[in-house]
């Protein structure tokens, strides 16, 4: 059982940065890959990004290239999503996840492939 808990999200204006952590307490984080995905209201749940278990690779979604990137601590179990030039769209809960399909990037973005799922955090983004 891997319990994953994020945190950094919060209420900041269009064009700010935030930085979100999940952290994974547990011997077996490193063996995982890792991924980020956001849920808007009356939305489907959307793949952000995610990440190889020795932080080697990662993949992110298209749309959010340039201005989100993964990364991730294996020393501190955690990793983290870095958000810039935030936009009102972003506004969201943010999940981390936990699955074990290393860095096969065709299945990232498919929510069956994650085995373990946080209880995600808030980003409101004001404009």
């Known amino acids: 059982q891997v319990q994953l808990v994020e945190s950094g999200g919060g209420l900041v204006q269009a064009g700010d940065s935030l930085r979100l952590s999940c952290a994974a307490p547990g011997r077996t984080f490193s063996t995982y890959t890792m991924g980020w995905f956001r849920q808007a209201p009356g939305k489907e749940r959307e793949f952000v990004a995610a990440?190889?278990?020795?932080?080697?690779?990662?993949d992110h979604a298209d749309s959010l290239k340039g201005r989100f990137t993964i990364s991730r601590d294996n020393a501190k179990n955690t990793i983290y999503l870095q958000m810039n030039s935030l936009k009102p769209e972003d506004t969201a809960l943010y999940y981390c996840?936990?699955?074990?399909?290393?860095?096969?990037?065709?299945?990232?973005?498919?929510?069956?492939?994650?085995?373990?799922w946080g209880q995600g955090t808030q980003v409101t983004v004001s404009s």
């Open positions: 996840a936990a699955g074990r399909y290393g860095s096969n990037w065709s299945v990232s973005a498919r929510l069956n492939a994650y085995d373990y």
């Open positions: 990440i190889s278990w020795d932080g080697a690779n990662s």
